[in-house]
């Protein structure tokens, strides 16, 4: 017959068991991100005429003492065409040259820095410095990485990125991606900075690498999207759950954090060639991927923007249609400690992918979704979105 410190024993490992599933059911329960409301606050319309043409990789929104305005690329002529968001009218056309003195070669996104200062990303690979007659007043050379890209950006996805005197750029691909090893990524660096204030404006490549087992479960895309909050850069990658968090001051990675969303669990990985066909689109919209990430600097959070993975013979598209303008687009809301607030999915191809902005009002998303029943190419169109739990002006 057993004595009581047997049974005693036995109670006390009983508890322990209880107390850590316990525990294990409440971290993997933590690990859910909740649901987040977001409602349409108002709508924007801005009737364009025939002879604009948007380019929707690149708008930027304009918050001054005479107004609230949204400077986007016009494909004809080419353009930057400025527009007062509340008088819904054309303000200003900073016209890109294709010949002469102040031609800029092939335009690749802009930043409007300053009231009459244009930093535009050119190719060959260029940041060309222009005033809003046009006029070039500088061409800063961009020395290539060691993985020889001939790449230049700045795009919605890949802003220039600016802090006191220097300009931040991205070259986030590949020479070949498909000959590439898994040890060619602790050797690439992707990150670039220029001092402004220097005369020889030389290229700095930061030594920030992507982490050393991105592809230990197979290769990956290595697209990205990129923002910044005071000193940190944020890089967020469009197949992985890490973001990566970057000193300006240091020039150097402080860590990865991981925020991954609900929506999808794995990654279209890519093979050792070109898929055939539709094969790797289709592999890409079932499995789902994260897109742009946006500082919302009035609300002080993140908006990380992703695609969850969809059956494409459900939606009634072409597979190549769905991957130009996704049937349904997810945001993740993430506070400044990088800790997920929540998200939401919107459905019904609702949103046209890539052209978002951060305002006063709120988030704009454009609804120039041309699957849309209501797809209306005379007006730029965009909701104002809200999400509960954050504060707001009006």
């Known amino acids: ?25 409440s971290c993997n329960v933590s690990q859910e991100n909740k649901f987040i409301q977001a409602t349409t606050y108002s709508s924007l319309h801005v009737p364009v005429n025939t002879s604009f043409s948007p380019d929707r990789t690149r708008t930027q929104y304009i918050n001054s ?58 190719i060959p690979p260029k940041v060309l410095i222009l005033n809003f007659q046009g006029e070039v007043l500088k061409k800063i050379p961009v020395s290539p990485e060691q993985n020889g890209v001939n790449f230049l950006t ?24 498909f000959q590439m090893k898994e040890n060619d990524l602790k050797t690439t660096k992707h990150l670039y900075k220029i001092n ?13 690498f992507r982490p050393s087992d991105s592809w ?17 850069i944020l890089v967020a990658p469009y197949t992985d759950h890490r973001i990566w ?34 094969l790797g689109i289709i592999e890409d919209l079932e499995k789902g991927r994260y897109e742009i990430i946006l500082h919302d600097n009035y609300r002080d959070v993140f908006y990380r923007f992703f695609f969850p993975g969809v059956n494409w013979e459900e939606t009634g598209l072409t597979p190549r249609d769905l991957f130009s303008n996704r049937s349904k687009i997810g945001i993740m809301v993430i506070d400044p400690n990088l800790n997920i607030l929540g998200e939401h999915v919107f459905e019904k191809n609702r ?11 709120g988030l ?5 979704n041309p699957n849309r029943d209501d797809f209306d190419e005379n007006y730029l169109r965009y909701d104002i979105i809200r999400f509960e739990g954050l504060e707001y002006d009006e």
């Open 216 to 232: 230990e479960n197979g290769k990956k895309d290595g697209n990205f999207s990129w923002t910044d909050r005071y000193d940190s």
């Open 351 to 361: 949103f046209q992918m890539w052209n978002y902005f951060v305002g006063k009002k």
């Open 245 to 278: 968090l970057i000193s300006k001051k240091k020039g150097e990675l402080i860590d990865y954090f991981n925020l991954k969303s609900n929506s999808f669990n794995e990654f279209r990985l890519v093979g050792e060639s070109v898929p055939v066909g539709d």
């Open 1 to 25: 017959m057993r004595d009581s410190s047997y049974y005693t024993t036995l109670t006390m490992k009983t508890l322990n068991f209880l107390f850590f599933l316990l525990i294990t059911i």
């Open 196 to 208: 402004l204030k220097d005369q020889k404006n030389a290229t700095e490549w930061l030594e920030v």
């Open 154 to 177: 700045s795009n919605n996805e890949l802003p220039f990125l600016f802090d006191d005197q220097f300009l931040y750029g991205a070259q986030p691909f590949f020479q070949n991606i």
């Open 65 to 122: 003492d005479s107004g609230e305005y949204l400077a986007i690329l016009n494909k004809i002529g080419p353009a930057i065409e400025i527009y007062n968001i509340e008088s819904k009218k054309l303000a200003k056309r900073i016209k890109l040259n294709q010949d002469g003195p102040n031609r800029i070669g092939l335009d690749n996104g802009f930043y409007l820095m300053a009231p009459d200062s244009l930093y535009l990303a050119s």
């Open 364 to 368: 704009y998303v454009s609804t120039n």
